[in-house]
């Protein structure tokens, strides 16, 4: 393959993905309204389109005509680079995600991965760290109370709860020996559901300590304490107006698809099907590679879905009880759970 | 191509760096500071050392200058008082920064045995690098851990300093 050829398909791949991802984070607030509206006994948006599926086009040519309001005593370079660095985090992390079979190529070339990198996992993480930078610099800039208090709880709770997260991911790393995503889903894909990391794999005590440091992470509920209404207006982005704050809107969304994303690849097997061999392949070769994309999507669905649940049902944390927990509880958990699956991988 | 990448992120660096000491606020200062880290990481994978890259962004971009970063905001620090210097610093300063350069130049030019890294696609993998770690260099790789144990145990002791009239779990 000839290196325009690369180019060519690399930027198609790009391309499609961001397409699908931005549709991703439109549809998955309309998910959200939705389903908290049923939770609490009422339809959520309905009106516009067939049950109200045309919402988030709305809501985005909304954002997009509304004035931008840039008040005048803030730092501008950074309030305007914040928005971009926290959109630009969320959306790059992505590109290491295999989303189905890897034997789908074309010229010898993924078709379902923008790039199949050794250290994918560590990609994921590095990137995720620097888009605390844009909350960070949101909530400075702003010269607000309200924002820099934001951003303060905000940077405090992501390096909390950082570690957690990294270290509830070695058991898997440990078991996969490799930090190369594809080589972690298929790590998993034997048996279906029994060697999944989250049941064969013994990683159900990682799992948790990931999901609750995940929610943390993206600064959701019950955790959201960084843009806590009651207390806060609206946290790091209270200045912010029309587009710059669609943009943080959709990064926290594209960054719960993220959270999604590695939680199925690590732990729920990725893009294998659930029942591994007991059904056999389908003979159409479209079909073939349609299903691992189905199974992924699936359960990054059930993620999300888990997310509004969430956030639906439980209240908000206090702010040092949420320190406390992340260092009290899930820190050493984390650790014990190193030391664990260690001990039975060498000794098994 | 890896040339060309390799001029663009070394400008890039120090570019960071001069715009580091120049900024005369401190935020300033510290998003250059993270200029610098992330292109010193790209300048690793360029010689094939991927998974230091990736440390590097993690722990130095992500972690430790987030704490930085934190502490400007915590503290609200203002814009940098301009000085002229001191007669002594200048008097001192820059000849001994000379004379420092100059020998480490030295001895860097005339080592011999260092080994060679080259602008390459070879990538050391990192079951490559922990086996290093954990055999060769197993000794000093524990002792860093036990001097950073002591960091640790040093900055609990400080932050518990005057703690004492206060009563345990508030």
């Known amino acids: 393959m000839t290196i325009l050829q690369f180019v060519i398909w690399s930027l198609l791949k790009v391309a499609v993905v961001t397409v699908v991802l931005l549709m991703g984070v439109a549809y998955t607030v309309l998910l959200e309204r939705k389903l908290v509206g049923r939770i609490q006994n009422r339809w959520g948006p309905s009106r516009v389109g067939p049950f109200g599926l045309l919402q988030p086009l709305v809501d985005g040519a909304k954002s997009f005509l509304k004035e931008d309001i840039i008040p005048t005593a803030v730092y501008r370079p950074l309030y305007l680079l914040a928005p971009i660095i926290a959109l630009g985090c969320a959306l790059i992390s992505i590109a290491v995600v295999p989303f189905g079979s890897p034997a789908v190529t074309v010229n010898g070339m993924h078709l379902f991965q923008i790039s199949d990198v050794n250290i994918g996992l560590l990609v994921v993480l590095g990137i995720t760290s620097i888009g605390v930078y844009g909350i960070a610099l949101a909530g400075w800039s702003s010269n607000n109370k309200y924002s820099l208090l934001g951003s303060l709880r905000s940077s405090a709770q992501l390096i909390s709860y950082e570690l957690a997260l990294g270290l509830s991911l070695v058991g898997v790393v440990l078991r996969a020996q490799s930090l190369n995503l594809r080589v972690i889903v298929e790590s998993q894909a034997g048996k279906g559901l029994l060697t999944w990391n989250i049941f064969g794999g013994l990683q159900i005590i990682a799992f948790l300590i990931y999901l609750t440091a995940a929610f943390a992470e993206t600064n959701r509920a019950p955790f959201d304490l960084p843009e806590a209404e009651s207390e806060l207006t609206a946290g790091y982005h209270t200045e912010y107006s029309s587009m710059k704050f669609a943009m943080f809107f959709m990064a926290e969304y594209a960054n719960m698809i993220t959270v999604g994303c590695v939680a199925t690849m690590l732990f729920l097997g990725g893009w294998t099907s659930p029942f591994g061999n007991l059904i056999p392949l389908p003979q159409n070769i479209l079909l073939q590679a349609i299903l691992p994309i189905f199974w992924f999507v699936f359960k990054v669905f059930c993620f999300l879905f888990l997310y509004v649940w969430v956030r639906g049902t439980l209240p908000r944390f206090r702010y040092d009880q949420l320190m406390n927990f992340g260092w009290r509880y899930l820190l050493p958990i984390a650790i014990l759970n190193i030391v664990g699956t260690s001990l039975w991988l060498a000794y098994r | ?170």
């Open chain 2, 1 to 170: 191509m890896h040339l060309i990448l390799f001029v663009l992120f070394a400008g890039l660096c120090l570019a960071g760096a001069i715009n580091l000491l120049l900024q005369s606020h401190p935020i300033n200062s510290a998003l250059s500071l993270i200029v610098v880290m992330t292109s010193l990481a790209v300048l690793y994978l360029l010689l094939g050392a991927e998974f230091l890259a990736a440390a590097q962004v993690i722990v130095y971009a992500g972690a430790i200058m987030v704490l930085f970063t934190f502490v400007v905001m915590l503290l609200n620090a203002g814009q940098e008082e301009r000085t002229l210097g001191s007669r002594a610093a200048r008097t001192v300063g820059f000849p001994a920064v000379a004379a420092i350069l100059g020998v480490l130049a030295t001895i860097v030019l005339k080592a011999q045995g260092l080994g060679t890294a080259s602008l390459s696609d070879g990538i050391t993998p990192t079951e490559q690098l922990s086996a290093e770690l954990f055999t060769k260099l197993l000794l000093p790789f524990e002792v860093t851990s036990v001097l950073i144990l002591i960091a640790i145990l040093g900055a609990v002791a400080l932050a518990r300093r005057g703690d004492g009239e206060r009563t345990e779990g508030k």
